[in-house]
Each structure stands twice: as structure tokens, then as C-alpha cells.
């Protein structure tokens, strides 16, 4: 079946960088949008970032726009984030999840980023 | 960006009566090609969000048939016909339709 097992999360000091990675299986994994998605202390869900179906396109949240950089390797079906110059508005739990338009919407269990000094 | 805006934000519903959710869109949520790409997430507590229903009215496999969506351009509507006790949680609404995508602030369910 269907699964998106995320890792990489940590606490890490304001300016420093990590790179999330989000493992899939059960599908192939090249056909489908792949996106981040992150959720607050408080809450709220805000869409990251996304990676389209065929690699070509990458769309970003004004927020984390030349900060975060989405990218993927098809041979380990595996999809990263890499964050820089880290904020501490940056803290949340980060899921990726597997296409929202259309049949078979998936999300992983989440990693938790924590951004203090 | 697309502002979503969920009303009310909390709700507390008596077991076997019947929630409604509204969600405003600032922009139409009509696409090019016609569809209308809003969703409707649940988020029961400790657990990742979890689909309920996409482009305004089509549920999820899975998702009960009390669970209904309506809507159009603007304006949508989540419906519990008649709410459970595994119904509590927070629902989110989500606009697929513009980037960047954007959600709701959420809607807390409990159980009156």
C-alpha cells in the first residue's frame, strides 16, 4: 500500500540549515505531485512546497521562497527538503503528502523541526 | 495568495446531530479546465490530516457517506448528517486550485 515515511527533523540554531527527506513506496513514485505541507505550534496547516508530477515544475510558499529547495531521487523514491537560513517561525511539523486534485491523497506521519538557539 | 475563511472555528455538536462547516474562498476556485479543486481534510488528535472529500462533493474511499461537500466559485460547505464520536477532531478546508495552495484556519469538532 500506499506509504510516505518522513525523517530528518531536528532542533537546529536560527540560521543554520536541514534537509528533510520524505521515503515513498507503494507507487510509482515519478507520476505524482509531491508536496510539503507544514503544521504549526498553533496548529495551522501551511502548504511548503511542491514538485510536480513530471520534475519540471517546483512552487513554493512566499515564506520559505529562496530559503527551501524541493528536489527528488526517482532511483530511492525519495523526495527532499532542504531548508537554509532557518527561522524560528520555521518550527512546525512538516508532512509531505501525495497529490491533492485527485484520487489517492496520502500524508506521512510528519517530522518535527524545532528552530532555537 | 487565496485567503481561506472557515466558519465557526469551534463547534460542539451533540451525538447523532447533524455540523456544517462553512469555507469562504477570496478568489473563485474555478479552474481552466472547469473543476473546482476544494478539499476537505479531518485531523483527529495526535494523527496526520486525513482527506475526506475533493473537488467540492467526491468523497474518499473509506470516508462515511455522512460526510457530504456542496459548494461552488466561492463558497463551500462540509456536512455531517449525523455526528459520531470518532467525528472529533479539526476540519480543514483547502484550495488546490491557485498557487500557491492554501487552507483554512480549521474548525475544532467536540462532542457536546
Known amino acids: 500500500q500506499v506509504q510516505l515515511v518522513e525523517s530528518g527533523g531536528g532542533v537546529v540554531q536560527p540560521g543554520r540549515a536541514l534537509r528533510l527527506s520524505c521515503a515513498a513506496s507503494g507507487f510509482t513514485f515519478s507520476a505524482y505531485g509531491i508536496h510539503w505541507i507544514r503544521q504549526t505550534p498553533g496548529g495551522g496547516l501551511e502548504w511548503v512546497a511542491v514538485l510536480s508530477n513530471d520534475g519540471s515544475n517546483k512552487y513554493y510558499a512566499d515564506s520559505v521562497k529562496g530559503r527551501f529547495t524541493i528536489s527528488t531521487d526517482d532511483s530511492k523514491n525519495t523526495l527532499y527538503l532542504q531548508m537554509t537560513n532557518l527561522r524560528t517561525e520555521d518550527t512546525a511539523m512538516y508532512y509531505c503528502?501525495?497529490?491533492?486534485?485527485?484520487?489517492?491523497?496520502?500524508w506521512g506521519q510528519g517530522t518535527l523541526v524545532t528552530v532555537s538557539a | 495568495d487565496v485567503v481561506m475563511t472557515q466558519s465557526p472555528l469551534s463547534l460542539s455538536v451533540a451525538l447523532g446531530q447533524p455540523a456544517s462547516i462553512s469555507c469562504r474562498s477570496s478568489?473563485?476556485?474555478?479552474?481552466?479546465?472547469?473543476?473546482?479543486?476544494l478539499n476537505w481534510f479531518q485531523q483527529r488528535p495526535g494523527q496526520s490530516p486525513r482527506r475526506l472529500i475533493y473537488k467540492v462533493s467526491t468523497r474518499d474511499p473509506g470516508v462515511p457517506d455522512r460526510f457530504s461537500g456542496s459548494g461552488s466559485g466561492t463558497d463551500f460547505t462540509l456536512k455531517i448528517s449525523r455526528v459520531e464520536a470518532e467525528d472529533v477532531g479539526v476540519y480543514y478546508c483547502?484550495?488546490?486550485?491557485?498557487?500557491?495552495?492554501?487552507f483554512g484556519q480549521g474548525t475544532k469538532l467536540e462532542i457536546k
Open positions: 483547502m484550495q488546490g486550485t491557485h498557487w500557491t495552495y492554501t
Open positions: 478568489h473563485s476556485l474555478v479552474y481552466s479546465d472547469g473543476n473546482t479543486y
Open positions: 503528502a501525495k497529490e491533492f486534485n485527485s484520487p489517492g491523497n496520502h
